[in-house]
């Protein structure tokens, strides 16, 4: 039942991350000067989802 879960969990994480990607690649398209700034920004941010991602991997084990 927990990989049920964790499979959820990962498409929730994939569709975070291409949202984030779609945002970052239109607002660099449109001003490309802040492309250096954005790019931390979102490389931070899939950090965390991905994160989340793993803590979810790790609880569908424990349970």
Request: proline share 2%; no cysteine; hydrophobic share 60%.
């Amino acid at each position: 039942m927990g990989v049920i879960g964790y499979g959820i969990g990962v498409i929730g994480a994939g569709l975070g991350i291409g949202i984030a990607a779609y945002g970052a690649t239109t607002s660099m398209a449109r001003q490309p000067e802040v492309q250096g700034r954005l790019f931390t920004v979102f490389i931070l941010a899939s950090a965390f989802v991905e994160a989340l991602a793993l803590i979810g991997f790790v609880v569908s084990l424990l349970a």
